[in-house]
């Protein structure tokens, strides 16, 4: 209770010295609230070291420490009142961190002295962290920092804010207790998703204007990766230390942008590469622990580094193995163990999720609204449930249209599924994109329409007339460097297939550091370089992996539509002669800048490009564009029937 008691003296003196310093002070006063912040950890930082060795000379050390600095803190302070001087911080906004930094350390300190007293031990300043003590106070202050001036603070902020409280507020590392780390890695995991969607709708909605937002986001997203990559590794080695300091980091943050208010440097990710791809990769970094978190979280990764590594999708060999490769080997297992669990999925389609359904309201037409939908629903029920959680599990490889993503997704390729599982899928996937287009996987039930079409993401189509890479791959021409992927693309997959059915067959032994060729190239394709693509959308720009030809299962489907009933079509071609905005090609997230011309000399434009998502549908502003497929076809055929029925 003691303990208690200082933590709340301590609570209400930092509170109060906040308040000075959000009401706006200068000179000489914040001069002053630097000096008593300071005090809190000459007095804190000299008791943790007596208590850990409660000595009469090291009482002196710690009442020596503690005079000296309220004395010599003192000097100057004195010095300047003497003088009647008054001093104008010009670097306010420096003179502010400095309070800030000092505000966080000096509560690390009390923490710290506090552990001292329970277990006399010194420690170091980031142990004063992992205790419930630092974590009200840390707590009680950013909710004063919120909430003083609430109102006064800018509205986007304001918002960040607010989502991060119960991000920092619910710690793992306060408890040591199993069943609390759990559920309070799930729970800071929950809200730090809801955030992450907050942090991209309030970029989104200042996309097309120099916003301090940005740079404020990129800041922020710095502390959530700290943070999860923090319980990453305390499951990795045990300790807390690197969320400890991301902790530490978060309360500066928190702090220093209420009291300050946003970034002052302003930036459109829009307009900027860098600032785009500094985003999206510290996003994914973010996931990326947080995807490997859940996994340790649910037993899908053993804890510790042996476990860890014994855990791995592919293995672990020795990085020094055939020349260095088996060091490429390990990044690549370690990468495509996490992207390729069932966890991070969950996670990402949470996320993406969210984003998707935060579009449907800017939807006019209504197809378009029923695809979004389902494709929620598909990666759901197709991309989650299905394949990892549902009673059918073990028998997806055997069922047609299920063995996701071509060759080599569920495992080996061996007479049991060949015929049913991968002909079988590959068969019936045809019939539909050869009906409805290839917008069936590339615009549905694959992964990458959901992580493309969400808010944030489909505002990056920008990227591809603005990316150098990204203008290369516009119009619907297939240019002969996208021929070469391609081929090249399902020459590997087409010699892994043979290679991996002569090996059930028992005719050779080959494998790729002890995995089938076809499980390793799946692993490469699908969970390491899609998510490289996804990345770079700032320089190669959106759905790169079907304008590029990365993708062997969206190639197949693309080449089966472009000869199939699906198109788009013009209702009236005239309308598009006059059309002076060319909004449907600049919609576009695959980069067709040619379809307005085809609609003018054809009435339809036929692309193997063409995927289905349907912007231009949207963006047209004369509602004359519509999707045609074999409903449309039967369609047509039965009226013409009934026409020729009525003339005869």
């Known amino acids: 209770m003691e303990l208690w ?3 709340s003296l301590m609570a209400l003196f930092s509170i109060y010295l906040l308040y000075l310093v959000k009401k706006g002070i200068d000179g000489i006063p914040l001069i002053i609230v630097i000096y008593l912040a300071g005090s ?17 000379t090291n009482l002196a050390t710690v009442l020596a420490s503690s005079s000296g600095y309220m ?10 009142i003497t003088k009647n001087s008054k001093p104008k911080l010009r670097d306010k906004w420096f003179a502010i961190g400095i309070f800030t930094a000092i505000m966080a350390i000096s509560e690390a300190s009390m923490g710290q002295a506090f552990y001292s007293i329970i277990y006399h031990s010194f420690g170091n300043l980031l142990l004063g962290v992992q205790n419930y003590w630092y974590q009200a106070t840390m707590v009680a202050e950013m909710l004063f920092t919120l909430a003083y001036g609430f109102t006064k603070l800018d509205r986007g902020l304001r918002s960040l804010l607010l989502f991060t409280l119960p991000v920092m507020a619910v710690s793992p590392a306060i408890i040591d207790v199993k069943s609390y780390v759990f559920t309070a890695v799930w729970i800071s995991a929950s809200f730090m998703i809801i955030a992450t969607v907050a942090i991209y709708e309030i970029l989104y909605k200042e996309r097309l204007r120099a916003s301090s937002y940005t740079f404020t986001a990129i800041e922020l997203m710095i502390v959530y990766a700290l943070m999860m990559s923090g319980e990453f590794v305390y499951y ?25 208010g946003p970034s002052s440097i302003k930036g459109s990710y829009i307009k900027d590469q860098k600032l785009a791809f500094s985003i999206i990769a510290l996003t994914f970094v973010m996931e990326w622990f947080m995807g490997g978190v859940l996994d340790f979280e649910e037993g899908v990764l053993s804890p510790g580094v042996s476990g860890f590594i014994s855990s791995l999708s592919l293995g672990f060999v020795s990085p020094l193995s055939y020349f260095g490769l088996g060091s490429l080997f390990d990044f690549l297992s370690i990468f495509g163990t996490v992207t390729g669990s069932a966890w991070f999925l969950v996670m990402m389609g949470t996320e993406m999720g969210l984003l998707a359904a935060f579009r449907i309201k800017e939807l006019k037409n209504k197809e378009n609204k029923i695809r979004f939908l389902l494709m929620i629903g598909a990666f759901a029920i197709y991309t989650v449930y299905l394949p990892s959680f549902s009673p059918i599990s073990n028998e997806i490889q055997y069922i047609p249209y299920m063995w996701s993503m071509g060759l080599g997704t569920n495992g080996p390729v061996t007479s049991s599924v060949l015929l049913s599982g991968i002909i079988g899928t590959y068969a019936v996937s045809a019939i539909l994109s050869f009906m409805f287009g290839s ?3 590339c615009s549905v039930t ?35 460097w996208f021929k070469f992927i391609i081929l090249g693309v399902w020459a590997t997959y087409l010699a892994s297939a043979v290679l991996s059915y002569l090996n059930s067959l028992n005719l050779i032994s080959f494998s790729i550091f002890g995995n089938d060729a076809t499980v390793f190239l799946y692993s490469f394709f699908f969970n390491f370089l899609w998510y490289v693509v996804f990345i770079s959308i700032p320089f190669m720009g959106t759905y790169a992996c079907a304008t590029q030809g990365w993708c062997s299962w969206g190639s197949f489907n693309q080449a089966v539509s472009s000869i199939g009933f699906w198109r788009l079509k013009a209702r009236d071609p005239s309308v598009c002669l006059n059309c002076k905005t060319v909004d449907c090609a600049k919609a576009c997230p695959v980069g067709l800048t040619d379809m307005r011309a085809s609609f003018m000399k054809k009435g339809e434009f036929k692309s193997f490009k063409c ?16 999707f045609y497929d074999v409903r449309h076809w039967l369609r047509d055929k039965i009226r013409k029937k009934e026409k020729q029925s009525k003339v005869g």
């Not at 007095?43 to 007596?50: A, D, E, N, Q, R």
């Not at 549908?617 to 519509?626: K, Q």
């Open 611 to 626: 995927i289905g998502v349907g912007d231009c549908v949207e963006a047209c502003p004369h509602d004359n564009i519509l």
């Open 40 to 56: 809190m950890i000459s007095m804190f930082l000299p008791l943790s070291y007596y208590f850990s060795a409660p000595t009469i």
């Open 236 to 260: 990795l080695t045990g300790s807390w230390y690197v969320y400890d300091f991301a902790m530490l980091s978060g309360m500066f943050w928190f702090i220093y942008r209420g009291i300050q």
């Open 439 to 441: 917008r069936q996987i």
């Open 71 to 80: 004395i010599l803190g003192l000097i100057p302070i004195v010095y300047l």
């Open 5 to 7: 008691g200082v933590a």
């Open 446 to 480: 694959c992964s990458a329409p959901l992580m493309y079409q969400g808010t944030f993401y489909d505002s990056t189509k920008a990227f591809n007339r603005k990316s150098s890479l990204g203008r290369k791959t516009l119009t619907s021409k297939l240019k002969p």
